[in-house]
């Protein structure tokens, strides 16, 4: 997916990019970032943290209040 997310960026640099390759490149760059999220979240999802007295509590989801 990256690959092809760069092939247009250069090609979109030597020349104006056809409708369906524009489509195709904010599909491609949407999907990635959509993948970015979703391992970032698993990772966050497995962070554990050890305190001072030694218990180790799993890293929880701050409240937006």
Known sequence: MIERINELAKIAK???LTKEEEKERKELREQYI???KNRFQNELNNVYIKNEDGTITKLEK????
């Not at 701050?62 to 209040?65: E, H, M, R, T």
């Open 34 to 36: 959509k993948n970015f």
């Open 62 to 65: 701050k409240n937006d209040n």
């Open 14 to 16: 030597t020349r104006q």
